[in-house]
């Protein structure tokens, strides 16, 4: 089975620009989550999709991160416009299904951002 | 609210056995799980305890007291392989997704 897909793997922008950055999580997978990790720290929730549904938005700074997850599959977590501070590793992660508590979580590779 | 405390760096030699600590204050605590991180890499599980005492997978363990809110992992027989970050995290809001611990970089050392 494919694991989670995330691209791009890097990307560097001046800050003030905007960016994207795609998931692809494992087929099947309702549960979508988008983390944060800083450097040296573990990683933070920003939003968790059930299905297409933002059921857990609590966490994401919406004046400048916007996410999206059309027809419950790929989801895609937008940053405009970007700041120096938002300058870290966007992970996706996936699991099968909501009702049970979630204890493994199946991680992407992550997009490295970095505003300059 | 929640929070767990890791050690932020732990050196062991090869071979060895290397204990690495977290300590939690929740309420609402369902159990405690363990992902390893590689620099530049995914997170990935390794072990969840939702039950008092100890894990065994292999050459990793993981131990839980809920009574001392206080897990651990245990590494045998260290290998340079098993540099890496190590978190500890908890599932939170009612089950629904993880918070995590503030990591523990492991160095092995020849």
């Known amino acids: 089975e494919a694991g989670v897909v995330q691209s791009p793997r890097y990307k560097i922008i001046e800050k003030k620009q905007p960016v994207a950055f795609w998931c692809n999580p494992i087929s099947g997978h309702n549960t979508l989550y988008w983390y944060r990790q800083n450097l040296g720290q573990g990683p933070e929730l920003l939003i968790r999709?059930?299905?297409?549904?933002?059921?857990?938005d609590s966490q994401l700074p919406k004046d400048r991160f916007s996410a999206e997850r059309l027809k419950g599959v790929d989801s895609t977590l937008k940053i405009q416009p970007a700041e120096l501070g938002d300058s870290a590793v966007y992970l996706c992660a996936s699991r099968r299904r909501a009702g049970t508590v979630t204890y493994e979580q199946y991680f992407g590779p992550g997009t490295r951002l970095t505003v300059t | 609210g929640q929070s767990l405390e890791q050690p932020s760096e732990v050196t062991a030699v090869e071979g060895a056995i290397v204990q690495i600590n977290c300590t939690y204050q929740?309420?609402?605590?369902?159990?405690l799980s363990w992902y390893q991180q590689h620099d530049g890499g995914a997170p990935t599980f390794l072990s969840y305890n939702a039950l008092d005492g100890l894990e065994e997978t292999g050459r990793f363990s993981s131990f839980l007291s809920r009574s001392d809110s206080y897990g651990y992992l245990l590494l045998q027989e260290l290998q340079m392989k098993d540099s890496a970050s190590y978190f500890c995290?908890?599932?939170?809001?009612?089950?629904?997704?993880?918070?995590f611990g503030t990591g523990t970089q492991l160095k092995v050392e020849l």
């Open positions: 929740t309420s609402g605590f369902y159990g």
């Open positions: 999709y059930e299905n297409e549904e933002a059921v857990d």
């Open positions: 995290a908890e599932p939170t809001g009612g089950g629904n997704k993880l918070t």
